[in-house]
């Protein structure tokens, strides 16, 4: 069974304080992990799909890597917009996405 | 575009009653998708379609039935709804299954007394 982990479960952050989030996972054949964003009381909305180790995708002030066991989102100099919870999800041979629980940024000004 | 929509955006049932919460895209995607998402859980699939005409179950089934008479639409039914049905449900859509990513719409929030 497809496994995602993410962690913190929370990042306080100082606006300008860069930091990572990391997400773990464990699956048969991976065809895709993915990052989302979700605001409070909104549905996610994608960021970034990586497919295999090493790759790399920017956007923004957000950065997204992915090596055979785990996915790091740096959050560069962070702004107060991007407070947001953070999704990942990983699809793997049956085509489905396995979510983790998320990591909620708060960056205060 | 509007994307993906999702009605209503708010629901309180009692126990027992019943409801069908609607899902549409203008996306063309043949792919739809139900999910539930409950505090400090991921985001978990209900069921999933491939295709007009086409469900199948995803993790969390049981208490759920869903439909796909047109492409565009998805339908969630809660026949006989239960307190643990309380959660926000999401519908998302894709272009397909293996390459694409999934749009979601805006979330439906449902409490069950």
């Known amino acids: 069974e497809d496994q995602v982990t993410q962690s913190p479960e929370a990042l306080r952050l100082q606006e300008g304080e860069s930091s990572s989030l990391n997400c773990s996972y464990t699956?048969?054949?991976?065809?895709?992990l993915f990052w989302y964003r979700q605001d409070p009381g909104k549905g996610p909305e994608f960021l970034f799909t990586?497919?295999?180790a090493g790759e790399e995708k920017e956007k923004e002030r957000l950065k997204a890597t992915l090596t055979k066991k785990e996915s790091f989102l740096h959050i560069t100099a962070p702004k107060p917009e991007d407070s947001a919870t953070y999704l990942c999800?990983?699809?793997?041979?049956?085509?489905?996405?396995?979510f983790g629980a998320g990591t909620t940024v708060t960056v205060r000004a | 575009n509007a994307g993906v929509t999702q009605t209503p955006k708010f629901r309180v049932l009692k126990t027992g009653q019943s409801m069908t919460l609607l899902c549409a895209q203008d996306?063309?995607?043949?792919?739809m998708y139900w999910y539930r998402q409950d505090p400090g859980m991921g985001l978990r699939l209900i069921h999933y379609?491939?295709?007009?005409?086409?469900?199948a179950k995803g993790e969390v089934p049981d208490g759920y039935n869903v439909s796909r008479l047109k492409k565009q639409n998805f339908l969630l039914g809660l026949e006989s709804a239960a307190p643990s049905q309380t959660s926000v449900y999401f519908c998302?859509?894709?272009?397909?299954?293996?390459?694409?990513?999934?749009?979601f719409g805006p979330g439906t929030r449902l409490t069950v007394t």
């Open positions: 998302a859509s894709s272009y397909d299954g293996a390459t694409y990513e999934q749009y």
């Open positions: 699956v048969s054949g991976l065809r895709g």
């Open positions: 990586l497919y295999s």
């Open positions: 999800a990983v699809r793997s041979n049956d085509y489905k996405l396995s």
């Open positions: 996306m063309n995607h043949e792919y």
């Open positions: 379609s491939v295709g007009e005409g086409t469900t």
